[in-house]
Nanobody
Framework: QVQLVESGGGLVQPGGSLRLSCLGP????????MGWFRQAPNTRRELVAT???????HYADSVNGRFTISRDNAKNTMYLRMNSLKPEDTAVYYC?????????WGKGTLVTVSS
């Protein structure tokens, strides 16, 4: 079982910044390909960014250049730095990890971008 716990969501004004964190299991964290997804009301969950075990990154076009995904294996934590936030970034953000051909998800953290 892979337990993931997100934190760092909240209310921010357009143009502002937030950093999300995802705490994972210490024993296997460094071996997990991971990513961030998001889901806005009445929409499908969509990929935001992924990071491999070796640190390779991939971003959705909608966030490329504004968001940065990173991981600190010593702290068993993955991050998502979000800059220049827009109202359309409002969503519940989920941490994802893949282990033994199965996807694991956190419970999500809500990000609201509004003035």
């Amino acid at each position: 079982q892979v337990q993931l716990v997100e934190s760092g969501g909240g209310l921010v004004q357009p143009g502002g910044s937030l950093r999300l964190s995802c705490l994972g299991p210490g024993s296997i964290f460094s071996s997990l390909p991971m990513g961030w997804f998001r889901q806005a009301p009445n929409t499908r969950r969509e990929l935001v960014a992924t990071i491999s075990t070796g640190g390779s990154r991939h971003y959705a076009d909608s966030v490329n250049g504004r968001f940065t995904i990173s991981r600190d294996n010593a702290k068993n934590t993955m991050y998502l730095r979000m800059n220049s936030l827009k109202p359309e970034d409002t969503a519940v953000y989920y941490c994802n990890a893949r282990h033994n051909d199965m996807d694991y998800w956190g419970k999500g953290t809500l990000v609201t971008v509004s003035s």
